[in-house]
């Protein structure tokens, strides 16, 4: 009897202290930025720009915690080229801590601006020895940005805010984003880079891109507290120098604040085949003009849908908090089995063949990044994609850089619903897309893609996280 009752008890606690899916959801949100800005010289750089001699603008990570009857749930971008392998994970680590929640429900993304470092111990380790003076002091960099991160979330923690509405919106960005890959006359593929000059390149149409620029804006009643937007394209007009440099996306994100007042968060989308090389000649004047267009769309997506219909954002979901249940508010995560590749350059003998002193830095350098992946798939590493659903809104990260085709299939595997994508989470990849890639003549980016064919998986992945039933 005395069993039976301590049963009746632990059972009685468990419906008390769980959630029930009809009870109505609580949202709470605290903003968080810390400044991630490298030193000078050379230990942040890895080796993806050269050494650090000037800071135009400094780094920033930014981000949001949403605390919710269903957990808590991170959502954060960083002014880097990339946080690649262990370090991407080191990092998501230190802010789950902070946030109090687990590494799986932390999603950081980069921007990708090629105008700051990458974060990568582990290609780090294959290029320079684990003793070496350069692998620890890069090592010592990726430690800092964690603490910096981690007390920035602590902070942003004590400052919790309501959230009553979210509202999902999208305005068309004009002349920014082009497909990198052009079709020419002989059925071949031309690069469109960043930065392009050669005129029949240039003047080649758009290509497949995401036109839209999408918005997420979480409010207290009528004051807006966060916007989060998202949009596809390589977001860099110039690299190559010693610069470090936020570029056009943190140039626009910063102008956007001003004028808003509202914190602001951009997130890079499916922008691994898209770039700025159509309307970029790599001079400050585009730049600028870049800036200025991809701001436009921001403060557009970003007001109360007022106006005419050519000046005023679309809006795709309107969501009053208040009428949402537990079971509406849902993180979830799935996994994307890459595979490492070994044709060709790809081959492990090949690639430590290529780590000789003697050789090009660069040789180097990329034979370190394709060991160190393929090392961590072989450790068992698999890939992760994440998704977050407020409603009838879901928030997508990958890894990688990936094509701006799953972009487009995530968007139209969830039918009446808003879609926001977010790529360049764990860039140990680098590059993914459709399976043709790897038969096309030319192109560029199946020479960085660090994994076999995928296409089937991701959209796999994504179909998986977009369909999960409530």
Same mark, same amino acid.
């Given at each position: 009897m005395r069993q039976l009752w301590r049963v009746l008890v632990a059972v009685i606690a468990l419906e008390i202290s769980t959630p029930s899916s009809e009870a109505a959801a609580e949202i709470k949100l605290a903003t968080f930025r810390a400044d991630v800005t490298p030193p000078l010289g050379n230990a942040g750089c890895v080796g993806f720009m050269p050494k650090i001699e000037s800071i135009e603008h400094p780094l920033e990570?930014?981000?949001?915690?949403?605390?919710?009857?269903?957990?808590?749930?991170?959502?954060?971008?960083?002014?880097?080229?990339?946080?690649?392998?262990?370090?991407?994970?080191?990092?998501?680590?230190?802010?789950?801590?902070?946030?109090?929640?687990?590494?799986?429900?932390? %999603?950081?993304?980069?921007?990708?601006?090629?105008?700051?470092?990458?974060?990568?111990?582990?290609?780090?380790?294959?290029?320079?020895?684990?003793?070496?003076?350069?692998?620890? %002091?890069?090592?010592?960099?990726?430690?800092?940005?964690?603490?910096?991160?981690?007390?920035?979330?602590?902070?942003?923690?004590?400052?919790?805010?309501?959230?009553?509405?979210?509202?999902?919106?999208?305005?068309?960005?004009?002349?920014?984003?082009s497909n990198r890959?052009?079709?020419?006359?002989?059925?071949?593929?031309?690069?469109?880079?960043?930065?392009?000059?050669?005129?029949?390149?240039? =003047?080649?149409?758009?290509?497949?891109?995401?036109?839209?620029?999408?918005?997420?804006?979480?409010?207290?009643?009528?004051?807006?507290?966060?916007?989060?937007?998202?949009?596809?394209t390589h977001p860099q007009t110039f690299y190559g120098d010693a610069r470090i440099s936020w570029d056009t996306v943190g140039m626009a994100r910063e102008r956007c604040e001003a004028a808003t007042k509202i914190f602001q968060v951009y997130f890079t989308g499916c922008g691994g085949n898209v770039t700025v090389g159509k309307y970029n000649d790599g001079d400050r004047a585009s730049r600028e003009q870049l800036t200025g267009r991809l701001l436009e769309a921001m403060l557009k997506s970003s007001q109360e849908p007022v106006g005419t219909e050519?000046?005023?954002?679309?809006? =795709?979901?309107?969501?009053?908090?208040?009428?949402?249940?537990?079971?509406?508010?849902?993180?979830?995560?799935?996994?994307?089995?890459?595979?490492?590749?070994?044709?060709?350059?790809?081959?492990?003998?090949?690639?430590?063949?290529?780590?000789?002193?003697?050789?090009?830095?660069?040789?180097?350098?990329?034979?370190?990044?394709?060991?160190?992946?393929?090392?961590?798939?072989?450790?068992?590493?698999?890939? =992760?994609?994440?998704?977050?659903?407020?409603?009838?809104?879901?928030v997508v990260h990958l890894p990688g850089e990936p094509f701006v085709e799953f972009q487009l299939f995530a968007q139209q595997s969830a039918k009446d619903a808003s879609v926001c994508v977010a790529g360049y989470g764990d860039c140990g990849v680098w590059y993914f897309g459709p399976d043709r890639i790897y038969s096309d003549r030319g192109g560029y980016e199946q020479t960085w893609s660090l994994t076999g064919s995928c296409q089937d998986t991701v959209e796999g992945s994504l179909k998986r996280l977009l369909t999960l039933k409530k």
């Open positions: 990570l930014r981000g949001v915690v949403l605390v919710t009857s269903r957990g808590t749930f991170v959502l954060a971008a960083i002014d880097y080229c990339g946080v690649c392998n262990s370090s991407h994970d080191k990092l998501r680590d230190a802010i789950a801590s902070a946030a109090g929640t687990t590494r799986e429900r932390v %999603a950081l993304q980069s921007l990708h601006q090629h105008s700051a470092p990458a974060l990568d111990e582990d290609s780090s380790r294959w290029l320079h020895g684990e003793r070496s003076a350069e692998y620890l %002091a890069h090592r010592a960099v990726v430690d800092d940005i964690a603490s910096r991160a981690a007390k920035a979330v602590t902070d942003g923690r004590n400052r919790l805010m309501r959230v009553t509405r979210v509202v999902a919106t999208r305005a068309k960005v004009d002349r920014v984003a890959r052009v079709p020419l006359a002989d059925g071949s593929i031309g690069v469109r880079a960043s930065i392009t000059r050669d005129a029949a390149i240039r =003047e080649a149409d758009e290509g497949l891109i995401d036109p839209w620029l999408r918005t997420l804006t979480f409010s207290d009643g009528d004051k807006p507290i966060a916007q989060l937007h998202y949009y596809a050519a000046t005023k954002a679309i809006v =795709e979901q309107d969501i009053d908090a208040a009428v949402l249940k537990n079971e509406d508010v849902d993180w979830a995560t799935t996994p994307i089995k890459f595979t490492p590749r070994e044709d060709g350059a790809f081959h492990p003998e090949t690639l430590r063949k290529q780590l000789a002193l003697e050789l090009p830095f660069s040789t180097r350098l990329t034979a370190a990044c394709f060991l160190a992946f393929r090392q961590r798939l072989l450790d068992g590493h698999v890939g =992760e994609a994440s998704r977050l659903r407020i409603g009838s809104i879901n």
